[in-house]
């Protein structure tokens, strides 16, 4: 663990619920420039930071070298001068996603699988994030809200797979949650549930017993699809939460995204693979990023993809190695680019 400048920081990092840990959350340019010891960037980092604030936890603070402005966990949620350039072909909904929607909240793309906009909030902000622009104040909000879209997933026995997403639905209380997964787990022709997210590598203190008896007592097989993009990420509080998860039998797979300045090396991505099984997650998916404007500066080329999955082949063992993947409008499934 490094140490943050401030050392309230850090012992707080430590502490307190889940709960505790959003509200601390650093939610500035101003509060991050302190607690890591980092130098004001000027106009354009301001402005890019007024098109999407800052959310950083501290446990996530604790991971990241004060002082390094190259910090592959820093760059991920270092608002950059370079976001307010975006090319053409970056944009708002680089996934057509606003023509996937099927229902408030849920979107299908592809057969057998609906995926559920369960909130708008997450435990950081990703500079590169696809949904930035996402209107999530279309999403339902309480039960009452979901309803409809539930009655229509029970009545559609197309589908066999159920996907918490958003946004963050860990960043859902535990007894919300519940009741939501509830009411999917007794839907008889839903044989999975998945989780999209980050928050048990935000804030590990989100395992809760809560919410690993939900994992456990489901009827459906429960999947945590969590999201890492460098073995610095999963320090040792890390591995326990993931361990948790683990020993309730849920599956435990990770999706990175190719980020230039982050990961688009061998060795970053070797050591995420190999880290990642040491914490007993298998390496899903590699996400080749979407055009989303603002996120321009963190592409890599695919030609330059291929070449380092390639490598990766070469060097570890065939489950270690993730598929390389695009998500392309229109297309059945994601496109395998490797
Ligand atoms: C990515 C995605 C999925 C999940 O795809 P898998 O290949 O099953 O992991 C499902 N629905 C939507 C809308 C997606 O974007
Ligand atoms: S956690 Fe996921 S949805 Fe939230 S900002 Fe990051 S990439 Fe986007």
Known sequence: MTILANKTDLVRAGSGTWQDQMKWAIR???????????????ELQHAAEAEFPVFAPLP???????????????RQLWPSGSEMESPSHFSTDPLGESDATKSS????????????????????????????????????????????TLTQIAADDSIDEVILSGGDPL????????????????????????FHTRLPIMIPQRV??????????????????????HANELDLSVEQALSKIANSGAMLLN?????????????????????????RVLPYYLHQLDPVSGA????????????????????????????????LRGEPNKTVLA
């Open 60 to 74: 996530y603070l604790t991971r990241i070298t004060p002082g390094d402005s190259q910090d592959p966990l820093l």
């Open 105 to 148: 909240g849920m979107l299908q793309k592809y057969q057998g699988r609906v995926l559920l906009v369960t909130t708008g909030a997450c435990a950081i902000h990703c500079r590169y994030c696809f949904r930035r622009h996402f209107p999530y104040e279309q999403s339902p909000k309480s039960m009452a809200q979901w309803e409809p």
């Open 255 to 279: 999706q990175a995204v190719l980020l230039r300045g982050v990961n688009d090396s061998l060795e970053s991505l070797k050591n995420l693979s190999q880290r990642l099984l040491r914490c």
């Open 28 to 42: 500035d340019l101003r509060g991050l420039r302190d607690v890591l010891g980092l130098a004001d960037e000027g």
């Open 171 to 194: 960043t859902i209380v535990d007894h919300s949650l519940s009741r939501l997964i509830a009411r999917i787990d007794e839907m008889a022709h839903i044989k999975r549930i998945r």
């Open 296 to 327: 321009a500066h963190f592409e890599v080329d695919v030609k330059q993809g291929l070449q380092l999955v390639t490598e990766l082949r070469s060097c570890l063992p065939g489950y270690a190695v993730p598929r390389y993947v695009q998500e």
């Open 208 to 229: 809760t017993d809560a919410f690993l008896e939900i994992l456990a007592n489901a009827r459906c097989q429960m999947i945590v699809v969590i999201h890492a993009n």
